[in-house]
């Protein structure tokens, strides 16, 4: 059999029970990849789900519940995943959470839940993984972000802001980590049509509009987004680090 990248290799995916995470998990799993799969214990079906999609293909799945937001859960979730696999060479932060407000609409309570989930979330798990991609001389971390981090759209300025942040840290956190031979880049997807894209065009006039933003001229798909994290994972992306990669269909062009 013609060796797969990922084989003998584990990654360690969050908030992967559904959408962008879900189809990462099932590529990685194709790529040959041992999948250690997270979601919120609330996601407990849809993460069976996938363990069994992956496993039905001839792939290795593991579930972890935990909320990466919270320090003492990720803590957990960083040594049950050892335990499931003495080896984590991939990371990838992919958990987050939307809301739409206009700034003056935005409780404190509100800015605070989408920056623990997508910025500190994935500053927490992060965090918790480095030494032991220290220790093993090498690690890829896959931060997904949004094109929203670059650019975004009024009624999201605290996703937008929260995701800008994604994309400074990694590009920060890749030059401390670079002499331990581990990168860490971003991935910026466009409108991805799942739970959380659907936010963004609620009518058929407003999905019109999506499309119409695109060069491509239509709407992302998870399936859209997977090649671009499995090539960060990948040593094919070696020597690339600190970037944030537009996977947007032609809405940004830098
Ligand atoms: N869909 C888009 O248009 C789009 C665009 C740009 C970026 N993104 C980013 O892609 C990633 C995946 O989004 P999606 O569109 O698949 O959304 P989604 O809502 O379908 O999936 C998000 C997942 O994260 C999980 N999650 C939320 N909070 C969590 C927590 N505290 N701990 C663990 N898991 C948690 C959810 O349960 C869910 O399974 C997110 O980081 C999102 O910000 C999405």
């Not at 979330?121 to 972000?145: C, D, E, M, Q, S």
Request: charge should be negative.
């Amino acid at each position: 059999m013609i060796p797969r990248r990922g084989d003998n290799q584990t990654v360690l995916i969050t908030g992967c029970s559904r959408g962008i995470g879900r189809a990462i998990a099932e590529r990685f799993a194709a790529e040959g990849y041992h999948v250690i799969a997270n979601d919120l214990d609330r996601q407990a079906g849809d993460l069976a789900s996938l363990k069994a999609a992956i496993e039905a293909a001839g792939g290795r799945c593991d579930t972890l519940f935990a909320d990466v937001s919270d320090p003492a859960s990720v803590e957990a979730l960083v040594s049950n995943a050892l335990k499931l696999s003495p080896r984590i060479d991939v990371l990838v932060n992919n958990a987050g959470v939307l809301s739409v407000f206009n700034v003056e609409d935005i409780a404190p309570d509100e800015w605070d839940r989408i920056f623990d989930v997508n910025a500190k979330g994935t500053f927490l798990v992060t965090k918790a993984l480095l030494a032991h991609f220290r220790a093993n001389g090498k690690g890829r971390i896959v931060n997904i972000a949004s094109v929203g981090g670059k650019r975004g759209a009024p009624g999201q300025a605290h996703y937008c802001a929260s995701k800008a942040a994604v994309i400074r840290f990694s590009q920060i956190l890749a030059q401390e980590v670079a002499p331990d031979g581990i990168t860490v880049n971003s991935v910026c997807p466009g409108i991805i049509d799942t739970d959380m894209g659907r936010n963004n065009y609620p009518d058929e006039a407003s999905l019109q509009a999506v499309k119409d933003k695109t060069a491509l001229g239509r709407l992302g798909y998870p399936e859209d987004v997977v090649g671009a994290a499995a090539f960060f994972a990948s040593d094919d992306a070696a020597f690339i680090t600190g970037q944030a990669l537009n996977v947007c269909g032609g809405i940004l062009f830098d």
